[in-house]
């Protein structure tokens, strides 16, 4: 069994950055995805970005391309989410996610503008954090 822990969440002004962790236990299985979501209040949890923990390809969200950056540390079993210019409406519940779908080396993802952009769903993964406070003030 996958457990996942998250850390690096607290407040930031606007434009400042923040790092994510989540320390994974268990077996993580090297073909599958691990991501990031974030819910807002009264909103949906969306997913936010993720990578293919076997080839390292990864895919973000509209939302967050060219800001965050994720990247996995596979000997640590460390996933990561680096935030920068962060804007208030990335206040969010950060949620560490793995056992993710992948097919032909991708997360769920839809070519937009060029660029692959993660679109996945809860559903996709099957092991999930707690979630850490990220708040961001203008």
């Known amino acids: 069994q996958v457990r996942l822990v998250e850390s690096g969440g607290g407040s930031v002004q606007a434009g400042g950055s923040l790092t994510l962790s989540c320390a994974a236990s268990?077996?993580?299985?090297?073909?599958?995805?691990m991501g990031w979501f974030r819910q807002s209040p009264g909103k949906e949890r969306e997913g936010v970005a993720a990578?293919?923990?076997?080839?390292?390809?990864?895919f973000y969200a509209d939302s967050v391309e060219d800001r965050f950056t994720i990247s996995q540390d596979t000997a640590k079993k460390t996933l990561y989410l680096q935030m920068n210019s962060l804007k208030p409406e990335d206040t969010a519940v950060y949620y560490c996610?793995?056992?993710?779908?992948?097919?032909?080396?991708?997360?769920?993802?839809?070519?937009?503008?060029?660029?692959?952009?993660?679109?996945?769903?809860?559903?996709?993964?099957?092991?999930w954090g707690q979630g850490t406070q990220v708040t961001v003030s203008s």
């Open positions: 996610a793995a056992e993710g779908a992948s097919v032909d080396g991708k997360c769920r993802a839809r070519m937009q503008g060029g660029r692959w952009r993660f679109i996945g769903r809860i559903s996709d993964f099957g092991a």
């Open positions: 268990g077996d993580i299985d090297s073909g599958k995805c």
């Open positions: 990578i293919n923990s076997g080839g390292g390809s990864t």
